[in-house]
């Protein structure tokens, strides 16, 4: 069982406070979705979550150990993994080089410099592996730059899995996404949480309410409310200043 | 499967341990680098039938600065990291044999040691200055980005070359004559220019293949995925800083080797070497060449060689054709010389 928390998070951008206090909590077995308007700081979040950003005050907490002085590629080898909002996938590697690259960064280091990285079979048959469970299993061999906007938010996620990690911070997985596209991916994710933390940022509020365990939603960088799907959905806070008629309660 | 790279991913044959040979898609570019590497085995034995002798010296300066060039291309064309400071380490290793065949010559001593014109001990020693300058000069350069990481090379080299205009003992900025050492590499005596081209073209030959095995181990895999996307390698789990410094270590070791071969080459020291101006010949050679591609800092070496002493043999303003040369190469072949031979097909796995 473990935990990703934090307390106490604050950040501002020069005068703009884009984090408030912010508490929150995800723990392996359940989804936790953060929502709320464009610019309420959830990827602001998320990056000091991940180590990307560094907290003007507060502290992260994975299974009870201070982690907010770890780097992000710390945090990464601790158990914590993201996804991009904006696609950030390598460009001019494969499909497959791409989760390869993933992989290959959980070994102890990569100061190996003669025998040839494509002979790794076992790396490749894992990262194939990675590639079939977000369904991309066919286009291993495609250049990065040549996926559709689906394909590359697919490979996000093969790529974010490959560190194995306990703690998965998905910002926007679908965004962009055809809907039987989404919905496969919807389901890839609730089927992950059954041993993974995973933190959702998602505008889909069909997809939010169908998978979510816990619902927080955030409002210029403070939760304004927290709590399963019914919960929020009755929130009339929660109503007035976002859900609006999004979703019918 | 059938695809080409799942085939390299299971070699059945043996001898395939190393994956330079492969079947993938960069067999192109092998094929290639091999070519012209045989074009360069031959090309001294050619121009003396010609009777053209006095253009080995010539193929030996394509090749040291090749080499030079083509570690250079490492760090800009797969790292990402464009460094108009590379002359820093030609000068480097070209004072740190220079000044040990000096002192050897001299009868003096250096900082205690005794100088030496042995190429086996001054060369392997100017690789080691090399690195170590590089992973000083890359370990602050590379805490800055983009334009001011270019900035911080070329300030280094700066310093660099004033540091050896400066060194009176050697000349000062008018650099001194080493006429009287050896060539001796080992037990072979390279005084003449046909051995020495063969002597360089081997080491140019031993550094094509480690580095275009570095390039397709995993650790050239990190360095190609720096310059792609340098904050996704972070959130991969990477520590960036430490890949690409070593990377421009290495560089470093070998743009040193290659200023210490230059000076056994030349027999003369001079701040020279050093000049920025070099690191902007350098750039351009990789650039004609063709960038990420190793083979190409020979291939452009070759062709600024090439150029310069076909337009001095036709006029005094030999600079102005050069620069038309080199322009008519740019505009042609925009992905440089090995890029339009390639047809943008992959110089890696
Ligand atoms: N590096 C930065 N410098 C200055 N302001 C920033 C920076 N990053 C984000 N902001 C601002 O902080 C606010 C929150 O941004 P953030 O990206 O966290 O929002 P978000 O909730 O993810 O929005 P969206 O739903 O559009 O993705 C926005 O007003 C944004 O303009
Ligand atoms: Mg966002």
Redesign the interface.
């Known amino acids: 069982m473990t935990e990703l928390s934090c307390q106490g998070l604050q950040k501002a951008f020069g005068g703009l406070v884009v984090t408030d206090d912010l508490a929150l909590s995800v723990a392996s077995g359940e989804i936790h979705a953060l929502i709320g308007p464009n610019g309420a700081g959830k990827t602001t979040a998320l990056a000091q979550l ?1 180590g ?1 950003l560094r907290p003007d005050a507060g502290t992260v907490w994975l299974d009870g150990a201070d982690i907010t002085d770890l ?3 710390q945090r ?2 601790a158990g914590v ?2 996804s ?1 909002q904006i696609s ?7 499909a ?2 791409n989760v ?3 992989l ?4 102890r280091h ?12 076992k790396r ?1 048959e894992r990262a194939e592996a990675l590639l079939d469970q977000v369904g991309l299993g066919e286009e291993a ?1 495609v250049s990065a730059q040549r996926l559709s906007h689906g394909q590359t938010r697919q490979l996000e996620i093969a ?1 974010a899995m ?2 194995d990690p306990q703690v998965l911070l998905l910002d926007e997985p679908m965004a962009g996404m055809a809907p039987d596209e989404a919905t496969r991916l919807a389901e890839l994710i609730r089927s992950l949480a059954e041993a993974v933390a995973v933190l959702l940022v998602e505008h889909d509020m069909d997809v939010v309410f169908s998978v979510a365990d816990r619902i927080s939603v955030l409002h210029q960088g403070s939760l304004i409310a927290s709590g399963d799907p019914d919960q929020i959905r009755a929130d009339p806070d929660v109503h007035r200043l976002y859900l609006r008629d999004d979703v019918e309660s | 499967m059938s ?1 080409p ?2 085939a ?4 059945t044959r043996t001898g395939l ?4 040979w ?1 079947r ?1 898609p960069s067999r192109w570019h092998v094929a290639l680098t091999v070519v012209f590497l045989a074009l360069l085995s031959v090309a001294p034995l050619w121009v003396e039938a010609s009777g053209r002798g006095y253009l080995v010296t010539v193929l030996t300066r394509v090749v040291i600065f090749g080499l030079a060039a083509m570690s250079l291309d490492f760090v800009m064309g797969y790292g990402g990291m464009v460094s108009l400071g590379h002359a820093t380490f030609l000068g480097a290793g070209a004072y740190t044999a220079g000044a040990l065949t000096y002192h050897s010559l001299d009868g003096s001593r250096l900082l205690g040691i005794p100088g030496t014109d042995q190429a086996l001990v001054t060369w392997p020693l100017a690789t080691v200055v090399g690195a170590l300058l590089g992973l000083v000069i890359g370990g602050l350069s590379l805490r800055t980005k983009g334009v001011y990481f270019i900035m911080a090379t070329l300030a280094f080299n700066q310093m660099i070359y004033f540091l050896f205009n400066a060194l009176e003992i050697y000349g000062g900025d008018d650099g001194v004559g080493l006429f009287a050492a050896r060539r001796a590499i080992g037990p072979i005596d390279a005084s003449d220019d046909m051995v020495f081209y063969y002597v360089c073209f081997a080491v140019l030959v031993v550094f094509t293949v480690i580095l275009n ?2 390039v ?7 360095v ?2 720096c310059r ?2 340098m ?10 800083y430490r ?1 690409r410094l ?1 990377a421009f270590a290495l560089s470093a070791a070998i743009t040193s080797l290659a200023g210490a071969m230059a000076v056994t080459e030349s027999q003369f020291l001079s701040p020279s070497f050093a000049e920025w101006t070099e690191s902007g010949e350098l750039l351009i050679m990789v650039i004609v060449g063709g960038l990420g591609s190793l083979i190409g800092g020979v291939i452009g070496a070759g062709a600024l060689f090439l150029l310069e002493e076909l337009s001095i043999d036709i006029t005094d303003n030999w600079q102005f054709f050069v620069g038309i040369g080199l322009l008519a190469i740019v505009l042609g072949a925009p992905r440089g010389l090995t890029g339009t031979l390639l047809g943008g097909r992959r110089s890696h ?1």
Do not use: C, K, W
């Open positions: 991940s990307e780097s992000l590629p990464v080898h993994a993201r991009y950030s996938v390598f460009r001019d590697f494969t497959r080089e390869e690259l993933a290959q960064a959980m070994d990569s100061f190996r410099f003669f025998r040839p990285a494509a002979r790794n079979a490749i061999t790529m490959a560190s | 695809d790279q799942t390299t991913a299971s070699p341990r190393f994956g330079l492969a993938g095995l570095v397709r181990a995993p650790f050239g895999r990190v190609r995925g792609s996307n904050a996704r390698m972070a959130a991969l789990g990477y520590q960036t890949y070593a796995d």
